[in-house]
């Protein structure tokens, strides 16, 4: 099944509500193979539910109407933004570790 939140985006309201349904069936019968002990995978079904709750959330963000805002702020966030070098910080530290061993050095 899908995993992410972008591959339910372009869905309408009836596609989010049959995948949810099916999504109810799959993890019904993962329990129940889980209880009987025919299956082991723990992981499949914490999938399934992730996936259920996204698109629930989906469904009530078309109620609300507030759907296309959401997908925009989804875009957004996921526009890469730079990052600070790592080094910058560790210079600016070992610069200062060094600036105090001299004041007190100086100091003496």
Same mark, same amino acid.
């Given at each position: 099944?899908?995993?992410?939140?972008?591959?339910?985006?372009?869905?309408?309201?009836?596609?989010?509500?049959?995948?949810?349904?099916?999504?109810?069936?799959? &993890?019904?019968? $993962?329990?129940? +193979?889980?209880?009987? /002990?025919?299956?082991?995978?723990?992981? !499949?079904?914490? %999938? =399934?539910?992730?996936?259920?709750?996204? &698109?629930?959330? $989906?469904?009530? +963000?078309?109620?609300? /109407?507030?759907?296309?805002?959401?997908? !925009?702020?989804? %875009? =957004?966030?996921?526009?890469?933004?730079?990052?600070?070098?790592?080094?910058?910080?560790?210079?600016?530290?070992?610069?200062?570790?060094?600036?105090?061993?001299?004041?007190?050095?100086?100091?003496?």
């Amino acid at each position: 099944m899908a995993g992410r939140m972008e591959d339910f985006l372009p869905m309408n309201r009836n596609e989010l509500e049959i995948q949810a349904h099916e999504l109810g069936e799959q &993890i019904f019968r $993962l329990r129940f +193979q889980l209880t009987t /002990g025919q299956s082991e995978s723990v992981k !499949k079904l914490r %999938e =399934a539910r992730r996936d259920l709750a996204r &698109i629930k959330t $989906l469904v009530r +963000q078309h109620e609300l /109407g507030i759907h296309a805002a959401a997908a !925009k702020e989804g %875009e =957004a966030a996921h526009a890469k933004k730079p990052k600070k070098a790592a080094s910058d910080k560790r210079g600016a530290k070992k610069h200062s570790v060094k600036e105090s061993k001299e004041a007190k050095d100086s100091k003496e």
